[in-house]
């Protein structure tokens, strides 16, 4: 509907208009009476011309539409958007008039503005997401980059270690271990540099001519011995019939990448025999197929099928399993570890080939993965060929089958096994629950919580421990009858009305004398290197006992009553927290010390775990010592705990029965706040997946670390014998191998700072810190650093700050590592025959607006050197996460871009504060950090 509707002579001058014209303009119909239309008050100067030159085209007989402005509102004040037309009106055709239309269109240009706005909003937004994972991408492929490095350099001396005679059987095992540990890392490092290849785009398909049928059972032949050590039932079939033999009738010969099938195939199978316990089926099956392709026609297709009879993949799950980062929970899964790329790459390798890849039920009841590769008979165009293909990738293949076969190394128990310990799993279970639901009818002893051995050692040497050769105490007991070390049915008393527990060991019967008991230590852990590295570490001190996830740990303890239990956090079935749980629910068991292990280094998993009852728990990669005197001490103060409870089960029965309710009610109040946080939990997992993934792959990478550093230490221990072995050669391969892990755990420690940085959990020990002695020992640990690349080290805070102390309120391991890593940079950027110079002084300066900071004494720290310099550019990204001034694939110097963002927080939390200096490019650089000053602790 028009709003402003006149007549115009053809000549272009005023006739009339409507009263809504005349009112939005604020004029009368005499005002413009006989007016040229362009002079009128609707328009403006600008608009004159234009307006005019419309008129002429109307006046010739043509149609005008369009947008424009004109004042019609506010009585003439206002402008408003209207959509303007002009017709001529005929009579024998002849123009006797022009007819002018506006209909006011301001609202629609507004919103038609708004959503401009917005779209131009979203397009910005999604630039920034594109940034953003582009430098995931590059983060993702820099860190591959860095761990590739030092892995190839532990590889390299195992390689040759194992190739030397004249090797104990016990050097030879241990060697394997590690080799089998770095052939697992390695594996998933590449699995990280093929994903941040792929979402760059930079994945190449070079084909070759394949025989699809001769590769098949190539890669198969790799499985032969895995076959015959699990007994499984294995079958090749070729267009549905089953094949021994390499005489086929069709030919298989396809044009595709050779590497990437290799990959896809070595990744099914993989997976099949993972999940296919001894005496199983798994089968391969290759059949022509007619398929519709992306072009909508219908074309033959290979079809290969690996099916197994293991424990299959629910439908539910099936929507998701090619998805990045995804992880099927629950069932066995959880045992194999993995970071959830493997199915993802197979899927995209598949479709860059122009295939399609699927999950079914297989016939027995297992899985069946099915790859549909196009038949590609002539030469493909515009693509990468290889022309040597078959001997690269005969060398390729074996690295891969390396590394394959050494995740089956440790296979999964027969169909019947597992079906006896889920059985004997929920039977526990069962008496769990039913310890919380039944009242005791007698009172346990109370809860005394562990303390130092320092405190109790008049006790300890009462309860007849056994010291060894060193003095130092030993777990071992001396008990009789009526006071005993360690549990059995008979240490504490049982409720009356408690159900029948099939857990319980038989009851000792023993006359009151002397017995040495040897101790026993329970090792929960899925990774079977770990725990044959855990127990090669107890074994001397305790009989230990082994569980290979929750549920089997929780059977070995109700049924063997051990003296301390070491688990890992992360199992399938039951996780360690969860296992604890049920743990502490049985009268004989609930005071067992309990040693976490894991590498999840949240404070809130560790304050959680240690809230529920465990008394300690050590992140991975861990020392052997450290975790042979841990427990050692445990043992030391649990046996003096059960002296003291015995005394007071005697003489305060009344505080026995409050402790009791104590317990109890912190329990039940404990089991509650789980529920909550499990519910509260699982609505933010999937926000959470790819956020975590970061600390899955820190996860996935400790664990082998653990077993590669230890197994190193111990084969160290043997070396010392010098028994027909070059010790000197072979120590100095071991001192690379440490060297490389070190390094890879300080990548590891990088991660896991920003981590705890991003989640506002870094935490901050502040004590009163002498200066000078931080700024000494910084400098001697890059001495070496410095001389090795010929830079002229230098200190001069004893000259500024002269004679006296300087303290801060700061935590000492965090302002050392400040100060290490600006040193490390320094050194690193400096060309040889440069110099590096570390000062500190007094200085006065306003850290932040607030009156207590204002012009407050602080101590500034810098580091000057005479390196690259900074660009304007570089200053940009100096202190953001994953910033590098170098990110290109033919960077020069190595690093995560994560060392200055380490810092900055650093800083700032100490309330301080950092900055970056530099004329230019090739003048050096200066960077300094400020800490507020206070005045000598009295002594």
Known sequence: MFQFVGLLKPNGNMLLANSASLTGAGITA?????????????????????????????SKGQFVRFETQLFGGNDGKDLIWVDFSLSPVMENEKIIYILFEARDITAKRDAEQQIQEKNDELKRLCSQIVAMDEMKTRFFANVSHELRTPLTLILSPIEKMLQQPKLSPLFTSS????????????????????????????????????????????????????????????????????????????????????????????????????FTPSGGRVSVALSWEH?????????????????????????????????????????????????????????????LHGGKISVTDSKWGGAEFCVYLPIVIDKPENHNMIE?????????????????????SHFPESKEEQEKKDREGQEAM??????????????????????????????????????????????TIITNSASKGTRSPTSSPKATDSPPNPFSPPTSTSSPQLDKKRLKALVVEDNQDMRAFVKEVLMEDFEVLEAGDGMEGLVKAMREIPDLIVSDVMMPKLSGEEMMVKIRTQRSLDDTPIVFLTAKAEDSVRISALQNGAQEYLNKPFAADELRIRC????????????????????????????????????????????????????????????????????????PLTGIMGWTELIQAELSSGENIDATELSNDFQNILNCCQAQRRIIDDLLDISSIVSGKLELNSIHLEVTDVLKDALASVKLSAIGRQIDLQGNWEELLGSDKSFVLGDRARVQQVVWNLLSNAIKFTEPGGSVTLSASYSQFSIDNSQENHNRKVIKVSVTDTGRGLSQEDFARLFKRFGQLDSSSTREYNGLGLGLAICKHIVEGHGGYLWAESKGLGKGSTFSFLLPWIPAPHV
């Open 291 to 351: 398929k519709t392709n992306s072009k909508g026609n219908l074309a033959p297709f290979a079809a290969i099928r690996v099916s197994d009879s293991g424990v299959g993949i629910k439908k539910e799950d099936r929507g998701f399993i090619f998805d990045r980062f995804a992880r099927v929970e629950g069932s066995n899964w959880r045992s194999f570890g993995g970071s959830g790329l493997g199915l993802a790459i197979c899927k995209d390798f598949v479709e």
């Open 632 to 703: 050692a001490n445990l043992i030391s103060n649990y046996g003096a705990r059960r002296l003291l409870q015995e005394h007071l089960k005697s003489q305060k029965a009344n505080l026995v029965e409050l402790t009791n309710e104590i317990l109890e009610s912190k329990r039940n109040v404990q089991k509650s706040l789980q529920l909550e946080e499990r519910a509260h939990a699982e609505a933010e997992r999937y926000s959470r997946i790819k956020d975590e993934f970061l600390m899955t792959v820190g996860h996935e990478l400790r664990t």
């Open 175 to 274: 060697l394997q271990v590690v080799r089998r540990n770095s052939q697992t890392l390695l594996k998933h490092i590449n699995d990280l540099l093929d994903v941040s290849r792929l979402e760059a785009n930079e994945m190449k398909v070079n084909f070759s001519q394949v025989d699809l049928s001769q590769l098949c059972r190539l890669i198969c032949s790799n499985f032969d011995c895995l076959i015959k050590e699990r007994r499984i039932q294995f079958l090749f079939e070729e267009n549905g019939t089953s094949t021994t033999s390499s005489n086929s009738i069709l030919t298989w010969i396809n044009w595709l990448d050779r590497e990437k099938i290799e990959r896809v195939l070595f990744n099914l199978l993989s997976n099949a025999f993972k």
């Open 430 to 475: 069962r008496v769990c629950e039913s310890a919380i639901s039944t009242p005791s009818a007698s009172p346990s002893p109370p809860y005394i919580p562990l303390s130092p051995l320092s405190k109790t050692t008049s006790i300890v040497n009462s309860a007849n421990f056994k010291l060894n050769s060193s003095g130092t105490t030993r777990p």
């Open 30 to 58: 005499q005002d413009i009476k006989n007016v040229p239309f362009e002079n009128t008050p609707w328009w403006s100067d600008s608009q004159r011309e234009t307006i005019r030159e419309h008129i002429q085209s109307a």
């Open 388 to 408: 040597d293909v078959i001997l690269m990738d005969q060398e390729k293949g074996a690295s891969l089958a390396d590394q394959v076969l050494s995740e089956l």
